[in-house]
């Protein structure tokens, strides 16, 4: 299966985008609703970043 894209790159990416979200998540200044929108799109990150792991290492493809 061709990759259209560079997974180290993608991976790279999103990490950082997810580590963004933890060090804003740290601020005393948040109020709970920010909070835990803040914890809903980390989760959201984790979800994307194992889903482009799957796609990686071709596992959940029926073959």
Same mark, same amino acid.
């Given at each position: 299966?061709?990759?259209?894209?560079?997974?180290?790159?993608? &991976? /790279?990416?999103? $990490?950082?985008? #997810?580590?963004?979200?933890? @060090?804003?998540?740290?601020?005393?200044? !948040?109020? &709970? /609703?920010?909070? $835990?929108?803040? #914890?809903?799109?980390?989760? @959201?990150?984790?979800?994307?970043?194992? !889903?482009?792991?799957?796609?990686?290492?071709?596992?959940?493809?029926?073959?």
């Amino acid at each position: 299966m061709k990759q259209t894209y560079d997974y180290h790159a993608t &991976k /790279k990416y999103l $990490e950082g985008k #997810k580590q963004q979200l933890c @060090n804003k998540l740290n601020s005393k200044q !948040l109020s &709970k /609703k920010e909070r $835990e929108q803040l #914890k809903l799109e980390i989760d @959201n990150y984790e979800y994307i970043l194992n !889903l482009v792991e799957m796609n990686y290492y071709e596992r959940g493809f029926s073959r």
